[in-house]
């Protein structure tokens, strides 16, 4: 068990590890959609790549997720096979957001440093699929809030 300091000290050498070894700029909230956002997660459970709709206007956000949708087979089929759509993501800090993500299936722990190298390839191939398919696929999502 690590002690709160200790554990904010692995997450942060963990983050700046993955800068070093993946130095690029992710397009991350870059999106020129408000509150559509694509976000790495890692935790003592999990290793994670998502595309996160979470507007406080939920009629925004269901039109977003829908506009997605419409887009599952494109995205499976030519970016990333294994991304589950989820439209009630529940989040640690109990809000409810939409999420389509894709998970890394091997063991991980941020906590354990023989699990990362392996999180950082997962991570930069997954956010680069996301990131072909949004750059192929932009204006056809922002016609979802944007017409």
Not at 10 to 27: A, D, H, I, Q, Y
Not at 81 to 87: H, L, R, S
Request: some cysteine; proline content about 1%; charged content about 30%.
């Amino acid at each position: 068990m690590f002690s709160k300091e200790e554990a904010t000290q692995l997450r942060k050498e963990f983050w700046t590890s993955f800068g070093k070894s993946f130095p690029r700029k992710w397009l991350m909230y870059n999106t020129q959609i408000k509150d559509f956002s694509f976000k790495f997660v890692a935790d003592k459970n999990k290793a994670l790549v998502c595309l996160d709709i979470e507007s406080l206007d939920k009629n925004k956000n269901q039109l977003l997720f829908d506009q997605v949708l419409e887009l599952k087979s494109n995205l499976t089929d030519d970016y990333l096979p294994d991304v589950i759509f989820d439209e009630f993501y529940l989040l640690d800090n109990g809000k409810i957001i939409h999420r389509v993500y894709v998970k890394y299936h091997r063991e991980f722990n941020i906590h354990n440093k023989n699990t990362w190298q392996g999180a950082y390839n997962f991570f930069n191939e997954a956010m680069h699929q996301f990131e072909l398919f949004y750059e192929d696929y932009e204006d056809f999502i922002k016609q979802a809030v944007y017409n």
